[in-house]
C-alpha cells in the first residue's frame, strides 16, 4: 500500500468520497433500524397499534432481562444454536461425503437421479410426523430435520459443481499419470470450493428452518418452542423476543461462513 | 546417420461409438517422429488431430494399429489450464507432485525455468494476475516440469490474440530448442505449423489418413518461427498445403 503522502489530489479526493459514501450507508442503516424501534415504540405508547398483539420494543427488553436473569435465555438459545450446528455440519459433510460417491460411480450417479430430484421436491417438514414417531418427540427429530432439509440440496449443488469441472482439466491430469483420487484432491475438490461455500450459505439459513419447524412440532426447549408457545398463550412480547434473537443468532452464523469464504477463497479476489 | 524413432504409429485406427451410432475418426496413420525433430500434424478441423495426440499420451486406446513411443510425454493444451487456487510455482510443480518426484529438486529446476524465460518475479503471483502469454508460457514450464522427452501441443496458441501468439510461438520454439525437445504440434494454421517445423504430416477430412508429408526445407537454417515467415519457400509451402487441405470444399 503507498503512503497517502504519496497520494495525488485526484486520488486523495477520491477515496475521501469512497469513505464519506461508506460512512453514510453505515450510518443510515443504523437509522433505519433505530427509526423502526423507535416508531413501533411511540405507535404503542401512543394506542395507534396495539401492543397485546404487536408487543413493544421496551416490553421486548424487559422480557429479555427477566430471562437473562433466570438464565432461560442462554438455555433456549443453545439450545436452538446446538441443534442448527450439528443439522448444519451433518447436512453439510453427510452431502458432501455422497456427492463425492456419486462422482465416483457414474453409475450410482445415474441410478440416483431420479430418487433425488423427487426428494429434492418433496418438502421435508412433511416427513416431520413420521421422524417424531421413529425417534421420538425430542432433539433428535429436530436435528434430523434439518439435516433433511439441507442434505439433498448439498448432494445436488455440489454434485453439479464436481462434473461441471472443465473435461481438458482432467484429462492434463490424467497426462501426468494423476488417478481418480489425486484428480479428486488436486482439481476437482478445489475447484468445486467456491460452489462448496456457496452450498454452506444456503445450507446454514436451511438448517435454521429445519430447526425451527423441528422445534415448533417437538421441543421443551428452544428458540422455535418460545415462538410457538408464546404465539400459543398470546405472549407476543416473548415471540417477538425470540424473533429477533434467532435473527441475531442467524445473522452471526452466516457471517462466520462468509468469514469462512473469504479464508478460503483468497485466491479468487 | 540414423537417429533414434522417439514416436511410432503403424497403421492405427479409432472409431469411436456412441449411442447415437459410430465414428470413425482415424482410418489409417503411419507416424515417424524422430528425436529432437519438430513435426507438425496439419488437417481440417474435427479430423481427428488431436485424437492423435490422445492416443499418443496414453489417454485413448486406438482401435488398430500399434503405438510405440520411446520416453516420457509432456502434454500441452489450447487452453492453459492453469488451476487458479495455486500459485504460478505451485501449478508448475503439479507434474512432479503427481508422479511422486522429489519436489525439492523439482523445484529447484522449475524456478529455474521460470528465471530463464521472464517469470522470475511471477513465482508467487496467481494465474489471474500474468497476462495471455505468461499464462502460456507457465502453462509450458508445468509441462517441461516433468522433464519430458516429447512434447505434444495440442493449438497451444489458437487462444491466444495474433500480437501474442506470434510472440509466444517464437518463445515457446526457443525454449524447445534449448531444451532439445522433440515435439508434435496439432494445429490448423498451416503459416504457424510451417514456420515451427522440420516435417509436416497433412491429414484428410475425417475419416483421417495422412494425405502427405512435408519436409521443409530452410533457405537460412536456424531462424526463428518469425523471421522463417520472410522465408522466400513459406509462400511456396503455404500454397501447397493449402491446395492440399481443400478447405474450399468444406465451405
Known amino acids: 500500500m503507498p503512503k497517502s503522502n504519496h497520494l495525488s489530489p485526484q486520488r486523495r479526493q477520491y477515496l475521501r468520497k469512497q469513505k464519506i459514501q461508506r460512512i453514510s450507508i453505515f450510518t443510515t442503516q443504523i437509522a433505519v433500524l433505530a427509526a423502526f424501534f423507535w416508531l413501533w415504540e411511540v405507535a404503542a405508547d401512543l394506542k395507534w397499534i396495539d401492543s397485546f398483539v404487536t408487543s413493544q420494543p421496551s416490553r421486548m427488553w424487559q422480557t429479555m432481562l427477566t430471562m437473562h436473569s433466570t438464565g432461560e435465555l442462554y438455555l433456549h438459545v443453545w439450545t436452538t444454536v446446538w441443534e442448527t450446528i450439528i443439522g448444519f455440519t451433518s447436512g453439510t459433510i453427510g452431502g458432501l461425503v455422497i456427492a463425492i460417491i456419486l462422482w465416483w460411480s457414474p453409475f450410482l450417479a ?4 431420479p430418487y433425488l430430484v ?32 439441507s442434505i439433498i440440496v448439498t448432494i445436488i449443488s455440489m454434485l453439479q459443481g464436481f462434473l461441471s469441472v472443465d473435461e481438458d482439466k482432467i484429462r492434463l491430469m490424467q497426462a501426468f499419470g494423476a488417478g481418480k483420487v489425486t484428480i479428486f484432491a488436486k482439481v476437482i ?28 412440532l417437538v421441543s421443551k426447549a428452544g428458540l422455535g418452542h418460545l415462538i410457538i408457545y408464546g404465539g400459543q398463550v398470546f405472549h407476543l412480547d416473548l415471540v417477538m423476543t425470540s424473533v429477533i434473537i ?24 | 546417420m540414423m537417429r533414434e524413432c522417439k514416436v511410432c504409429l503403424q497403421d492405427v485406427a479409432m472409431t469411436f461409438q456412441t449411442l447415437e451410432g459410430e465414428t470413425e475418426a482415424l482410418r489409417s496413420i503411419t507416424l515417424d517422429v524422430y528425436e529432437g525433430e519438430f513435426v507438425s500434424i496439419v488437417g481440417p478441423s474435427g479430423c481427428g488431430k488431436s485424437t492423435i495426440l490422445n492416443i499418443l499420451a496414453g489417454l485413448l486406446e486406438p482401435t488398430r494399429g500399434s503405438v510405440k513411443v520411446q520416453g516420457k510425454v509432456g502434454y500441452m493444451f489450447q487452453k492453459d489450464h492453469l488451476f487458479e487456487w495455486r500459485n504460478v510455482l505451485r501449478n508448475c510443480l503439479i507434474g512432479p507432485e503427481i508422479q511422486k518426484q522429489d519436489l525439492k529438486s523439482a523445484r529447484a529446476y522449475v524456478e529455474q525455468l521460470l528465471r530463464k524465460y521472464g517469470l522470475g518475479d511471477f513465482l508467487y503471483h496467481y494465474p489471474r494476475q500474468l497476462s495471455g502469454g505468461m499464462r502460456q508460457r507457465v ?26 501468439r506470434l510472440t509466444v510461438v517464437d518463445e515457446v520454439w526457443k525454449i524447445l530448442r534449448q531444451e532439445k525437445m522433440t515435439a508434435i504440434l496439432v494445429t490448423h494454421d498451416i503459416a504457424e505449423a510451417i514456420s515451427l517445423s522440420d516435417r509436416i504430416y497433412v491429414l484428410s477430412r475425417r475419416p483421417a489418413v495422412v494425405k502427405n508429408i512435408y519436409t521443409i526445407e530452410r533457405t537460412v537454417p536456424g531462424l526463428t518461427p518469425l523471421q522463417n515467415r520472410k522465408d522466400e519457400r513459406f509462400r511456396i509451402y503455404f500454397d501447397q498445403i493449402w491446395k492440399e487441405l481443400d478447405i474450399h470444399a468444406e465451405i
Not at chain 1, 441475531?248 to 483468497?266: I, P
Request: glycine content about 6%.
Open chain 1, 110 to 113: 445415474r441410478v440416483a437421479d
Open chain 1, 118 to 149: 423427487v426428494l429434492n421436491a418433496l418438502p421435508k417438514v412433511a416427513l416431520g410426523p413420521i421422524l417424531i414417531v421413529w425417534l421420538g418427540n425430542g432433539q433428535p427429530a429436530i436435528i434430523v430435520m434439518a439435516l433433511l432439509i
Open chain 1, 189 to 216: 475438490l478445489p475447484a468445486s470450493l467456491p460452489n462448496m461455500i456457496s452450498a454452506l450459505k444456503v445450507n446454514v439459513g436451511l438448517s435454521w428452518v429445519g430447526v425451527i419447524m423441528g422445534e415448533f
Open chain 1, 246 to 269: 434467532l435473527a441475531l443468532c442467524a445473522a452471526v452464523m452466516y457471517v462466520a461462513v462468509a468469514y469462512l469464504e473469504s479464508k478460503l477463497l483468497r485466491w479468487q479476489s
Open chain 2, 139 to 164: 502453462a509450458l514450464i508445468r509441462t517441461l516440469a516433468i522433464c519430458p522427452d516429447i512434447l505434444l501441443l495440442d493449438e497451444p496458441f489458437s487462444a491466444l490474440d495474433y500480437q501474442t
